[in-house]
């Protein structure tokens, strides 16, 4: 049985595509795969409900700026490294595979400091600042880097670009296997309703909230309006004919996805490529501005060019605007079709099998050679 390690967190979007490849790993080896992720957050409760072993280490916030929390968040991240380093000096994984976020990067400096390989993949359009400085401890030759994006390889210095190998971002086999029957039956749906499917990210979107609050009258004209606010969001907002919220959608959401006819969302890595994977057309809020780096705009931007989604942003955030965006969808059948084949076009790739295949090359390879 061979060791393999796991890390990434903070986010269902650095932990989630994660998990599908360590499912693909599983159904290819005899292994045992541990993941390594903070002590705090969502990390132990996603990872332990996917069946995996789960270690956590301190882990400090990674910023560009300066500030107060800088200096213990530096002594945290040094305390993540020595963890981490006494997890692999037991463990002794033959690789680590990291999915990004500040989490990773004492795990990622860790392992290269044992000498065991480090592999890591980035989910946005562009690296985010964990994948930048991952890149420096992984393995030579290629696919060590895995992006989802052919493009993401020009924001990495040209030494680093021949590791470079590009797989689309991977998907939970559950949303490929995903049954629309199902997912009308947990909304208490028939075949002929047309769904609109309206997600903020797994802590919900207080901006998509207001705007579909605010529109779902006319909204409604056209869909079915199934609203994930996001956990202790909207408790004063009730169903209505044709408007049904949810705080949060758990193990049906990839059903309630395959049965809905457009998705309004943000843009982060997970709602896109989930929506791709089920070939949805997509109209996209993506998060901007001071607080965010800009990676949403530029992942909903790829796929605005692409022809699979609309995007709405700036000044033309307001529920008539809103309202009038997915009136033209809704209203011109050519349209949806097209969108929907470009977005099928994008998710045909399986990101999870193409790394798996990877990672697994490299394991036979290096027991051949362990072995003359």
């Known amino acids: ?6 890390t990434g967190g903070g986010t269902g979007g650095h932990i989630y595509p994660g998990l599908a490849v360590a499912a693909e790993l599983r159904a290819r080896l005899d292994c045992r795969i541990f993941w390594i992720g ?3 957050g969502m990390d132990r409760t996603l ?33 993540g490294f020595f963890a981490a380093r006494k997890i692999f000096k037991t463990a002794r994984p033959a690789l680590l595979f990291s999915k990004g976020g500040f989490v990773s990067v004492p795990p990622c400096a860790a392992a290269a400091s044992r000498g065991i390989p480090v592999f890591t993949h980035e989910s946005d359009y562009s690296p985010g600042l964990a994948t930048r400085i991952n890149a420096r401890f992984v393995s030579r030759g290629p696919g060590s880097i895995f992006t989802a994006y052919a493009d993401t390889a020009a924001f ?18 559950e949303f490929r296997a995903a049954d629309p029957a199902r997912g009308r039956a947990f909304l208490g749906l028939g075949s002929g309703e047309r769904i609109l499917l309206v997600l903020g990210g797994s ?12 529109s779902r009258g006319e909204l409604t004209r056209w869909f079915t309006v ?30 309630v996805m395959a049965a809905a006819e457009l998705v309004l969302g943000r843009s982060g890595a997970g709602t896109v490529w989930e929506s791709a994977a089920l070939g949805l057309p997509m109209a996209l809020i993506p998060l901007r501005g001071p607080g965010t780096r800009g990676d949403q705009v530029e992942n ?6 692409a022809g699979a989604a609309l995007v709405l942003s700036g000044g033309e955030l307001e529920p008539r605007t809103l309202t009038r965006a997915l009136a033209s969808i809704a209203e011109d059948r050519e349209k949806r079709k097209a969108m929907a084949a470009a977005s ?29």
């Open 1 to 6: 049985m061979v060791n393999i390690a796991f």
């Open 38 to 40: 903070s002590r705090t």
């Open 47 to 79: 990872v332990e409900g996917a069946g995996l072993e789960f270690f956590g280490v301190p882990s400090g916030r990674l910023r560009r700026y300066f500030s107060f929390k800088t200096v213990p968040d530096l002594f945290r991240v040094a305390a």
């Open 156 to 173: 990495f210095p040209p030494a680093l670009r021949g590791r470079i190998r590009v797989s689309g971002n991977p998907v939970r086999p």
């Open 203 to 214: 802590q919900g979107a207080g901006e998509i909230n207001e705007l579909v609050w605010k």
């Open 226 to 255: 199934v609203h994930q606010t996001g956990p202790g969001k909207g408790e004063g907002i009730r169903a209505g004919d044709r408007y049904l919220p949810f705080p949060y959608i758990n193990e049906e959401l990839p059903h």
């Open 300 to 305: 909903a931007r790829f796929f605005e060019r």
């Open 344 to 372: 099928k076009r994008i998710g045909e790739t399986n990101g999870a099998a193409l790394i798996a295949d990877s990672l697994c090359a490299f394991l036979t390879e290096k027991k051949r050679g362990e072995k003359t």
